[in-house]
């Protein structure tokens, strides 16, 4: 190196100095803020393996968030003797171990038995070093760091041990893809039992237990999979085998994967087939073991349970050998999958603040599954936990490996359901005609269990001719329907008479629900059943299903067909009952953070009721995690229940007096709600739109609203909403909250900008917008997965909406197929001001169907792309559209793989543009003949303002020249 050269790195390094220096807060807070020490001791790893910490000032570190202090175990001395004999030998292994710790600690810390088990067999290790290595506190890596220093200390041979075993496993693969591995014979017997029962129980879709034995291999349709995280390596939809597979992990160090959904949305039966393909060797065989749990069952367990305990006496009990299995289950964590479904249903909220180690220790069922899932209890093993997304809070956010979002059927989806459904073609075909007539209702079904509803009931929505169900409590009031007349066919069929002639069923199943409801009970045994009036006859309506059970210990039990059945009928009871309290609707309204136990009512399900002092503290608290969802269905049915289109019904069952003061109550508590969202809004800062940031409590009054069906109280609603811009981000926003969103909307006085990026509207959701999209001016859906299809409607539709503007489009699913419909529109809006379409699919092609369009427009102001791969071809076309623009203020065409060549003729942009102020080309592949058009350019132009170019094909040296040419270039 010359010196010039030397004196550049000896500069760049104590600019490296200084930075750490004064980065060190923000350094820090990275370091130890994430509540694990993995990060800080990764570094460290990473510095003792380069040797830029020796093994001494190794040991003095504390690391924060060790449960217990860390220390190397000292050397023996008569080590320290031998090494000095054998120095030159010695450190070849040794040395080795410490140069590739990183990559040594990723390795082992999935098979630390197996490592141990080579150190005790060639006599380096006792059991008492096993036992400080695989002190269960510690996480599978700090397990792995911790073998490494106790082979560190026993010297050289040890460390050979090591080195040969990571080798060797390296080369074999997986320890159940080794053939000479197998498991230990009552482990495969026990296997044997526990794949033949689940096949058992999860054969058949659980929910036509009441009613008929669909097979699961018969109805199965997959639902679409997305990843909660942006993941750049992950392309194309995702399948079963991926909720447990490597893609898209945002946290290595944690076993628990999240699957998220609405209800009915098909987590429970998701699970079921995973399930039914590991019982059949079809899928996940990675894991020897898998032990289903369903929180709604582990809610009824009162005794105190070990871990042990939890998986024999929930799962499958081993006929033999019950220790020797549960030490190969420690033993081998990375063969074992736990699935625990609807989290959310756990009468306890996630919490981490106890966490249990000990896999012998007794413990409240609630504390040893948070202590599965944090990791702190058999650490190495998988688990899928499946939770509706409100449940899902930061705590247990920060113990995922990653997030998997169930987001129902897609329109195909729906399309092979109904098929598979009806096996008559002709009836199929029916079925989705009256759905594409009827869009409110093939938003429904974009959630599998509607999908179900809807072809369970065909005869009834075939035969309603115009108009049909439209919102939820219409589809559930046909299936109510449907199953009462299932049961006695002959009685009456019009007007309300099918539910005067089960009236009382509709009550005693309607109490049982709302005592459930109040109680999170969602199990109910005999007892609780006859406290309520339940008769035989009301449970062969079909509504209660008697409840699985892997133990099959327990007499029987039940449970609604779905929870929300439950709701359902829980909310018939409030509008039905003589007794129901004055209080029970304006409570139900309240905001969940206000809403206190007045919803249950005096009688206790004793199967339902917790036993330890601290849960019962939870319980006379705020409503659980499982309660704020179900009692919002509820009121969201209550609201459905007391529309005007349907009071007819309860005629004979009610006096309408009473009906319609209940009524009041409900428009009264939708109205006090939506004014304490309005008065939530915060006045605009000067100079920007007032703006209003809902929250997911909004959505739901919205909801509310729809279900009622009146557009008077909508409008009422929307007249006192004056913002500029209406911001839903993650808001949990399907095709069902859009619907209600535009039934409501479209009644606003003044355009407004919607923002409902970050959610999972799809295509179907698009089409359910369409109705107020006059009322929009711009639309931002980032991150929604649409696809070209939902733009073609989209777009055909704000065609002809005078105030639309804008939108953006960022993160979608979007293809050349859908410029040809952008261009349209922007030939045909001269008002049009921002288009962006950043990181999509877009290659030359579209970008040059784009240009068609904008050659003819003249009021683009906005046009971003980043993210696409329109190439250098594409960069040519948008530019001698653009070239004569006077309306482009800002355009960006990061990360598109566009060179000199595209460099070039965007230089004619600024050339001739009187209007142009940014254009951003970051990371692309320009060099310096594209970057000298660019400055040859600017000479005449004096309004554009930065030209962005980092990241591109320059060296420092060129970089450094060309900045001091021309300072609106930016590197
Ligand atoms: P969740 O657990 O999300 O509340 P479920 O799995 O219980 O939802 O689904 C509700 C109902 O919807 C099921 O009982 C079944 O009838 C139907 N369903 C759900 N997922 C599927 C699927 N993938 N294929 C066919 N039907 C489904």
């Given at each position: 190196m010359t010196d010039g050269g030397k004196r550049v790195v000896e500069s760049l390094l104590m600019l490296v100095q200084e930075l750490v220096l004064r980065q060190r807060a923000e350094i820090l807070h990275a370091l130890c803020s994430s509540g694990s020490a993995e990060h800080l001791e990764q570094v460290l790893d990473i510095l003792l393996s380069r040797g830029e910490l020796i093994i001494e000032d190794y040991q003095n570190i504390q690391v924060p968030g060790q449960r217990v202090g860390f220390s190397v175990p000292g050397r023996c001395s008569h080590v320290e003797e031998k090494e000095e004999e054998e120095e030159e030998h010695q450190r070849t292994s040794t040395q080795t171990l410490l140069a590739q710790r990183p990559s040594l600690v990723r390795e082992l810390q999935g098979c630390i038995e197996d490592a141990l088990r080579a150190l005790v067999a060639c006599g380096h290790f006792t059991s008492a070093d096993c036992d400080d290595v695989r002190l269960p506190i510690h996480t599978p890596s700090q397990q792995a760091r911790r073998l490494?220093?106790?082979?560190?200390?026993?010297?050289?041979?040890?460390?050979?041990?090591?080195?040969?075993?990571?080798?060797?496993?390296?080369?074999?693969?997986?320890?159940?893809?080794?053939?000479?591995?197998?498991?230990?014979?009552?482990?495969l017997k026990y296997q044997k039992k526990l794949s033949s029962s689940m096949s058992a129980q999860s054969c058949f879709l659980s929910s036509y237990g009441g009613t008929s034995h669909m097979s699961l291999d018969d109805i199965y349709t997959?639902?679409?999979?997305?990843?909660?995280?942006?993941?750049?390596?992950?392309?194309?939809?995702?399948?079963?085998?991926?909720?447990?597979?490597?893609?898209?992990?945002?946290?290595?160090?944690?076993?628990?994967?999240?699957?998220?959904?609405?209800?009915?949305?098909?987590?429970?039966?998701?699970?079921?087939?995973?399930?039914?393909?590991?019982?059949?060797?079809?899928?996940?065989?990675?894991?020897?073991?898998?032990?289903?749990?369903?929180?709604?069952?582990?809610n009824s367990e009162r005794q105190e349970l070990s871990v042990q305990e939890l998986l024999f006496q929930h799962c499958c009990w081993p006929d033999r050998e019950q220790e020797e299995i549960f030490q190969f289950i420690l033993d081998h964590p990375h063969l074992i999958l736990f699935t625990f479904d609807g989290l959310d249903e756990l009468k306890q909220g996630f919490s981490d603040e106890h966490w249990l180690c000990c896999p012998t220790q007794r413990a409240p069922v609630h504390i040893l599954l948070f202590s599965l899932?944090?990791?702190?209890?058999?650490?190495?093993?998988?688990?899928?936990?499946?939770?509706?997304?409100?449940?899902?809070?930061?705590?247990?956010?920060?113990?995922?490996?990653?997030?998997?979002?169930?987001?129902?059927?897609?329109?195909?989806?729906?399309?092979?359901?109904?098929?598979?459904?009806?096996?008559?073609?002709?009836?199929?075909?029916?079925?989705?005609?009256?759905?594409?007539?009827?869009?409110?209702?093939?938003?429904?079904?974009?959630?599998?269990?509607?999908?179900?509803?809807?072809?369970?009931?065909?005869?009834?929505?075939?035969?309603?001719?115009?108009?049909?169900?439209?919102?939820?409590?219409?589809?559930?009031?046909?299936?109510?329907?449907?199953?009462?007349?299932?049961?006695?066919?002959?009685?009456?069929?019009?007007?309300?008479?099918?539910?005067?002639?089960?009236?009382?069923?509709?009550?005693?199943?309607?109490?049982?629900?709302?005592?459930?409801?109040?109680?999170?009970?969602y199990i109910f045994s005999g007892t609780d059943l006859e406290a309520c009036g339940v008769t035989e006859k009301d449970i062969c309506m079909g509504f209660l299903i008697q409840s699985k059970d892997m133990s099959s210990t327990h007499s029987k039990r039940f449970e609604f067909l779905h929870v929300i059945t439950q709701c359902f009928f829980a909310?018939?009871?409030?509008?039905?009952?003589?007794?129901?309290?004055?209080?029970?609707?304006?409570?139900?309204?309240?905001?969940?953070?206000?809403?206190?136990?007045?919803?249950?009512?005096?009688?206790?399900?004793?199967?339902?009721?917790?036993?330890?002092?601290?849960?019962?503290?939870?319980?006379?608290?705020?409503a659980t995690s499982s309660e704020t969802p179900n009692l919002q269905i509820t009121a969201t049915f209550v609201s459905g229940l007391l529309s005007q289109r349907h009071l007819s019904l309860w005629l004979h069952c009610c006096p309408s007096a009473v009906m319609e003061k209940r009524v009041r109550q409900v428009v009264r508590c939708l109205s006090k709600g939506m004014h304490k969202h309005f008065k939530s809004i915060s006045p605009p800062v000067e100079g920007e739109k007032k703006s209003m940031h809902a929250m997911p409590g909004f959505v739901w009054l919205i909801k509310c609203i729809y279900e009622m069906q009146e557009s008077t109280i909508a409008k009422d609603a929307m007249s006192k909403l004056e913002v500029d811009h209406l911001k839903l981000t993650y808001c949990n926003i399907g095709p069902v909250e859009c619907t209600a969103l535009a039934y409501v909307l479209q009644h606003l006085r003044n355009p407004i900008g919607l923002q409902l990026d970050n959610n999972s509207v799809g295509d179907v959701g698009v089409e359910q917008l369409l109705p107020c999209m006059h009322i929009c001016n711009s639309l931002y859906l980032r991150n929604n997965n649409i696809t070209d299809e939902g733009i073609r409607k989209l777009l055909a539709k704000v065609i002809q909406c005078d105030s639309f503007r804008k939108i953006a489009l960022f993160n979608n699913k979007l293809t050349d197929a859908c410029t040809q419909h952008f261009s349209h529109l922007l030939k045909t809006k001269q008002d049009f001001l921002a288009l962006r379409l950043g990181n999509n699919n877009i290659t030359e092609e579209g970008a040059k169907q784009l240009a068609e369009g904008l050659k003819h427009n003249h009021s683009l102001a906005y046009l971003g792309l980043w993210g696409n791969k329109i190439g250098d071809a594409g960069a040519v076309a948008l530019a001698s559209a653009l070239e004569s623009s006077t309306s482009l203020v800002w355009l960006s065409l990061v990360g598109n793989g566009v060179g000199s060549e595209g460099a070039r003729a965007l230089s004619n942009i600024i050339k001739n543009s009187t209007s142009l102020e940014e254009l951003w080309l970051t990371k692309n592949c320009i060099t310096r003949t594209g970057v000298e058009c660019l400055i040859q350019a600017l000479e005449h132009n004096t309004h554009v303002k930065s030209v962005w170019l980092i990241n591109n094909d320059l060296s420092l040296e060129e970089v450094e020249e060309l900045t001091q040419r021309e300072s609106r270039l930016i590197f």
């Open positions: 490494l220093d106790n082979v560190r200390s026993k010297g050289e041979p040890a460390a050979k041990v090591v080195l040969q075993y990571v080798q060797q496993k390296q080369e074999s693969g997986s320890l159940l893809n080794q053939e000479n591995w197998t498991p230990p014979k009552e482990v997959d639902g679409q999979l997305e990843l909660a995280h942006n993941c750049k390596d992950v392309h194309g939809p995702l399948g079963l085998e991926d909720i447990v597979g490597t893609a898209g992990t945002v946290n290595a160090e944690a076993d628990t994967v999240l699957v998220s959904g609405d209800a009915g949305g098909g987590k429970s039966t998701l699970l079921q087939r995973l399930h039914l393909l590991w019982a059949r060797g079809t899928a996940l065989q990675d894991f020897l073991l898998l032990f289903p749990f369903s929180c709604r069952r582990l899932i944090q990791g702190s209890l058999m650490k190495g093993v998988r688990k899928v936990v499946t939770s509706r997304p409100e449940a899902v809070g930061p705590a247990l956010k920060k113990h995922l490996r990653k997030e998997v979002i169930l987001q129902g059927f897609s329109p195909s989806g729906i399309d092979c359901f109904v098929h598979k459904h009806h096996r008559d073609p002709t009836v199929a075909a029916k079925v989705l005609e009256s759905l594409q007539k009827n869009t409110a209702l093939l938003g429904l079904c974009h959630s599998p269990v509607f999908c179900w509803i809807v072809s369970q009931c065909h005869k009834e929505l075939l035969g309603c001719g115009e108009g049909g169900p439209q919102t939820i409590t219409d589809v559930y009031l046909m299936i109510l329907q449907h199953f009462f007349q299932h049961q006695s066919p002959l009685k009456s069929t019009t007007g309300s008479g099918w539910l005067q002639e089960n009236l009382n069923t509709a009550l005693h199943l309607g109490q049982l629900a709302f005592e459930g409801i109040g109680t999170s009970c909310a018939l009871h409030i509008v039905l009952s003589n007794n129901t309290d004055r209080s029970t609707i304006p409570k139900l309204f309240e905001p969940p953070n206000r809403r206190a136990t007045g919803l249950r009512s005096s009688t206790c399900f004793g199967a339902c009721l917790p036993s330890t002092n601290q849960q019962e503290q939870a319980f006379k608290g705020e």
